[in-house]
């Protein structure tokens, strides 16, 4: 299955939940397995991802060609993210920075 | 401690997954599990983590899967769980029949005068007035009478 992601800049990650949106992060610093995804994850956004938890969201990744598994090594299947994966990341950061620095402005409007 | 147990746990929560999953993914997740582990994560929360992942595999459609597997998957949990609870059911009655022995403990029922500390303390004079228990007060008592008597060695 592909996905529609138009110069329009749909944020397709914005349904796909947290752990999606961390992977792609993680996976943006280099192709990676399950074990050192759990890792990287853990030292970046001190979130423990439960395996099933991540097999769930790679599956997901793959599906919507975000992501794509490398020849295994040894049992171990790589991932990398594609080109789809990488624009689909920077319009859903992007949109983040945008929410965050509205609420950030509202916070300081209202003096909380 | 337990841990072959747990590792047996977390090889049981990977055998819920569809094959299609177990062919890709289980060599795979059996080792980072045994990774996991070594680190010092608890086999349970990463049991209980394949497990949640493995409904979600079965009760998610895929664009392969009919519609009719899931519905079939559903209504068999579905079953499973009105079995437990009929089960459930029908086994209280029979162990308030099995434990509720008039014959044999008479000292320990409600109205017996030979153990019942919380009344005899309290100066109600329930403890010898029978079994009666006509009243909605005395009905309450007599339950306080049930727990205080099945503490004592009978």
């Not at chain 1, 060609?65 to 689909?88: F, K, M, N, Q, V």
């Not at chain 2, 049981?12 to 080792?31: F, I, K, S």
Request: with cysteine; net charge positive.
């Amino acid at each position: 299955m592909s996905i529609r992601n138009d110069g329009a800049g749909q944020d397709v990650l914005r349904r796909v939940g947290e752990a999606s949106v961390l992977i792609l992060i993680s996976l943006a610093g280099g192709p990676k397995h399950g074990y050192a995804l759990i890792q990287d994850i853990k030292e970046l956004a001190g979130v423990e991802l439960g395996p099933g938890t991540l097999y769930g969201a790679l599956d997901r990744l793959e599906r919507l060609d975000l992501i794509e598994s490398l020849p295994a090594d040894d049992r171990r299947h790589p991932y990398r993210i594609t080109a789809p994966g990488a624009e689909a990341l920077r319009v859903h950061l992007d949109s983040l920075e945008r929410v965050s620095a509205a609420g950030r402005l509202r916070l300081r409007l209202s003096g909380i | 401690m337990g841990g072959p147990r747990m590792t047996r746990l977390v090889a049981v929560a990977l055998r819920c997954y569809p094959a299609r999953w177990r062919r890709r993914h289980g060599d795979e997740a059996a080792e980072l599990a045994a990774l996991l582990i070594r680190d010092g994560a608890a086999p349970c929360s990463i049991a209980m983590s394949y497990l949640a992942g493995a409904a979600r595999e079965w009760l998610v459609p895929r664009p392969g899967r009919r519609l009719s597997t899931v519905t079939c998957v559903l209504l068999v949990a579905a079953c499973s769980v009105g079995a437990s609870a009929g089960l459930l059911a029908s086994a209280v009655p029979a162990r308030a029949a099995s434990t509720g022995n008039p014959g044999g403990h008479a000292h320990c029922l409600p109205g017996s005068s030979a153990h019942a500390p919380g009344l005899a303390g309290q100066g109600t004079g329930f403890a010898g007035q029978g079994t009666g228990g006509a009243t909605p007060a005395t009905g309450r008592s007599q339950v306080i009478v049930w727990a205080a008597g099945h503490g004592q060695p009978c």
